[in-house]
């Protein structure tokens, strides 16, 4: 098992181009999410989903678009970069339990990135 | 809507001590709650989770207990070691997941 995989690790772009963080799981989780980590605020959700096909958004989803077409990949575009999207980028996935919510989450490596 | 707290935000102590990290959360109702580790440049790794209907949970040197009714989970690592620097994330899953702010953690040899 792979786990949760992203690429790029590390990214730099220019303000206003856009790009596509990758990430997928091979551990036919049902649930995926897109976190970004920033100095003194944590990890802060941006979107996520329950299934293929099913998206929503999360506290901070401006500016980023998700689908999930395959159990296995959850893309998160950036549609036009701007310098306060710069920022450590974590996709995670989990299972659900009959009537606990989902599981522990697993996460990737991360893609660092940095808009100029 | 949820909010996450961890005390303290840093600790340094030396090898060999016990010590307690805490995470508090506003909403009780919860599925579980989830403690990772973060070292500087890295990704997250699962330490522990433990169930909303569960007390405690432990691996190795580390137990974690949760009170859902007082909003509280602590984290205890027993005979510290150098290995144990890094940051420590408690994460409440209700409706989502959220993270608290973590504890950065040094112990000195």
Redesign the interface.
Known sequence: NAGVTQTPKFQVLKTGQSMTLQCAQDMNHEYM?W?RQDP??????IH?SVGAGITDQ?EVPNGYNVSRSTTEDFPLRLLSAAPSQTSVY?C?SSYSRSG???????????TRLTVT | KQEVTQIPAALSVPEGENLVLNCSFTDSAI??L?W?RQDPG?????LL?I??SQREQTSGRLNASLDKSSGRSTLYIAASQPGDSATY?C?V?GQ???????TRLSVLP
């Open positions: 999410s976190y003194g605020m944590g990890l802060r959700l996520y999360g974590f995670a606990q919510g989902f599981y522990e989450q697993y996460f990737g490596p991360g | 599925y579980n989830q990772f890295k990704g997250l790794t699962s989770l169930q909303s994330l994460a899953h989502n997941f959220v993270f608290g702010p973590g």
